[in-house]
């Protein structure tokens, strides 16, 4: 509940648990809000629910595993509170739609991405006794007015959904099923959005799409892009830091590494997936760039901001990847010196374009031991990157206090590195200029200064 909502509650409960990317994060606080409107208060447990609504992940099987086995575990709950009505929601309900609910019993709600408006009216045939579901996808639907309910947030940051969908088809991915077209939020909306958590007290916002990059809004003659939208909330306030997640290598453009590069509080730190350093992977995967347009716009990044955290995705033993292939990942991955990555074996995903075209054809111990050879790498790569900032000073934003010790609180530069310091007189929420004395391959360990 926000601070400043006032519901009458009409003592329902509803829990929601999240996996998956941030889009899915952000979408769970939409709901909580549309749900809130039902009068269901959104509680952090499962166990005394009226409602339990699991937002879910598609991109590999392992996460849909993850899914069938909590519903097996919801299954034995249930026998203990029998009313708790369950719901699947985002990418796995879309993608399975009605298969899922003949497979799972215990499922009484299955609802897509878009479809979230209608959760009142699904929850009453729900009430009634009956199953429901709605995964129609929608051309318009950005949820642009929902004032989202901060789910377990820190007050400090936030995330801004600009967009939804993705038209790129990349052909391992199942997103631009799951998820549908590409459609762009009224930037007023996005500002109004902003303006709201500034109010509240938070300080740093993440912009996010699935590639912000393609941003596009147009209304009465007014045209306004990703780079202007940024610039837009980003001149909210001084004291608001503003990020943004996922930019596609294809679609950067030098105005926006010039805006980042000209605007003291939008961050320093570029997420760029690349996913294989091999041209021909690439063109199986329909990135639409290639490894030289790739390092070319690192060059323009590093020229225009030389001090820029990057970071990016890989994706280990795609469809066809040879060894010749995987070096060059590998040779990618040193040249551009990532502060961090996700790394991920590939994985198949049923009807896509790489499950219709290519075949799977990398063994998975094949897969396993070039995933190993990544994120070994990967370990140099950070601890060598975190190594060149001892001695520099940086303004972190305190997010909380550190795992290990109360004693010390932990937050993010710029560059979305983790800092951790000790706590002296500061405070979660206070901007801090901490001096860097050591680090690990995970965080930068300093001192106030
Ligand atoms: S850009 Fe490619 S990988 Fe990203 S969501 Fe769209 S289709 Fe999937």
Known sequence: MTENQTKIYKNKLVNIETYGCQMNFSDSEIVGSIMAEEGYQTIESAENADILFINTCSIRDNAEQRIRKRLKEIKRMKKDNPNLKVGILGCMAERLKQQLLDEEDVVDLIVGPDAY????????????????????????ETYAEIEPVRLGSNKISAFISIMRGCENFCTYCVVPFTRGKERSRDPETILNEARDLLAKGYKEVTLLGQNVN??????????????????????????????????????????????????????????????????????????????????????????????????????AGFCGETEEDHKQTLSLMERVGYD?????????????????????????EIKSRRLTEIIDLQQVLSLSANKQNIGKTFEVLVESFSKRSKEDLAGRNSQNKMVVFPKKDFNIGDYVIVKIKDCTAATLIGEAV
């Open 340 to 364: 961090y990555a996700f790394m991920f074996k590939y994985s198949e995903r049923p009807n896509t374009i790489a499950q219709k075209k290519f075949k799977d054809d990398v063994s998975e």
């Open 214 to 315: 393609s941003y596009s809004w147009e209304s009465n003659a007014t045209a306004v892009s990703f780079p202007e939208l940024i610039t837009l909330v980003a001149a909210l306030s001084p004291l608001l830091r503003v990020r943004f997640a996922t930019s596609h290598p294809k679609d950067i453009s030098d105005e926006l590494i010039k805006t980042i590069a000209k605007t003291p509080n939008i961050c320093y730190a570029i997420h760029l997936p690349f996913q294989s350093g091999s041209n021909d992977v690439l063109k199986r995967m329909s990135r639409k760039y290639t490894r030289e347009w790739y390092m070319d716009r690192i060059r323009t990044i590093k020229k225009h901001i030389p001090d820029c955290g990057l970071s990016t995705d890989i994706i």
């Open 117 to 140: 408006r209608d959760l009142p009216n699904l929850i009453k045939t729900v009430e009634s006794g009956r199953r429901a579901i709605n995964v129609l996808l929608s051309e318009e």
